[in-house]
């Protein structure tokens, strides 16, 4: 059993800064890639960042310069530092990632439940 839990979302002005956190906890062997979405009502999820087991990022356009993504494999836990925020990025922030509970599993993806992050003045 894997379970993600995200921490860190909340109300902010625009302009202001928040650090999501996502930790995995449970059967992990190892992890995989790990990634921070949003969703916002009407729209699809949409993905925001990604990184890899080694460190390798990638970025949505509309952040890209603004949020990092980053991550503790000691802890399994992945990072979202959100910069000069916007009411665009007013949303519900879930991460997933990419689990193996043993050496040779293929992988299994879980998702945490979200975490609403609102900017607004």
């Known amino acids: 059993q894997v379970q993600l839990v995200e921490s860190g979302g909340g109300s902010v002005q625009p302009g202001g800064s928040l650090r999501l956190s996502c930790a995995a906890s449970?059967?992990?062997?190892?992890?995989?890639?790990m990634g921070w979405y949003r969703q916002t009502p009407g729209k699809q999820r949409e993905l925001v960042a990604t990184?890899?087991?080694?460190?390798?990022?990638t970025y949505a356009d509309s952040v890209t310069g603004r949020f990092t993504v980053s991550r503790d494999n000691a802890k399994n836990t992945v990072y979202l530092q959100m910069n000069d925020l916007t009411a665009e990025d007013t949303a519900i922030y879930s991460c997933?990632?990419?689990?193996?509970?043993?050496?040779?599993?293929?992988?299994?993806?879980?998702w945490g439940q979200g975490t609403q992050v609102t900017v607004s003045s």
């Open positions: 449970g059967n992990i062997f190892t992890i995989g890639g």
């Open positions: 997933n990632a990419m689990i193996r509970p043993w050496r040779w599993h293929p992988g299994t993806t879980y």
């Open positions: 990184i890899t087991e080694s460190g390798r990022t």
